[in-house]
């Protein structure tokens, strides 16, 4: 559905992969939907709240990735 939606095709997911605003908007689909959200924190093993706080980490202009 996320693909149809965003016309992202599957051969160029990996390259969209690669832009944090890509991923951004991926969690924005995940967070439109109570039911959506507790699947994904289900399949992926995670806390709701977690999944919110990247939500807002990656939708926070001021937010920079500390790369090690």
């Known amino acids: 559905m996320f693909l149809a ?3 992202i095709g599957p051969e160029t997911l990996r390259t969209a ?3 944090p605003r890509f991923l ?3 969690l924005d689909f995940i967070m439109r939907d109570d039911a959506t959200v507790k ?5 992926s093993q995670l806390h709701p709240t ?3 706080a990247a939500h807002q980490a990656l ?3 001021q937010w920079e990735r500390e790369v090690p």
């Open 5 to 7: 939606e965003s016309g």
């Open 17 to 19: 992969a690669a832009d």
């Open 24 to 26: 951004a908007s991926v």
């Open 39 to 43: 699947a994904f924190a289900d399949v």
């Open 50 to 52: 977690n999944i919110a």
């Open 59 to 61: 939708n926070d202009p």
